[in-house]
């Protein structure tokens, strides 16, 4: 049964930086592409960025492009979202999921996702 679990959510004053880390289990994650999805307060949810399972080809949502950077380390079975001048805006509960793009905007089925990680952009 696969597993996700995110960590590294925090308060953050905006133009700050954060890393998240997703830890997978239960599934082969060096053969999984994997994503960042997130949703704010009262929203629906918006994918953020994806990679392929080898990590060498990421695409990013617009809103999040020249920001964030998504990578991961196979041998570790971890994904990470690396957030650099973070707005306002990026203020949501981020999940890691399976999968390299997600255009519902509702969140991922929970077998396929984390429980999620708080990040807070705000002064």
């Known amino acids: 049964q696969a597993e996700l679990v995110e960590s590294g959510g925090d308060l953050v004053q905006p133009g700050g930086s954060l890393r998240l880390s997703c830890v997978a289990s239960g599934f082969t994650f060096s053969i999984t592409g994997m994503m960042w999805v997130r949703q704010a307060p009262g929203k629906g949810v918006e994918w953020v960025s994806g990679?392929?399972?080898?990590?060498?080809?990421?695409v990013y949502a617009a809103s999040v492009h020249g920001r964030f950077t998504i990578s991961r380390d196979n041998a570790k079975n971890t994904l990470y979202l690396e957030m650099n001048g973070l707005k306002t805006e990026d203020t949501a509960v981020y999940y890691c999921a399976v999968g390299r793009q997600w255009i519902r905007d509702t969140l991922p089925d929970r077998q396929y996702r984390g429980q999620g990680t708080q990040v807070t952009v705000s002064s």
């Open positions: 990679i392929n399972s080898d990590g060498d080809h990421a």
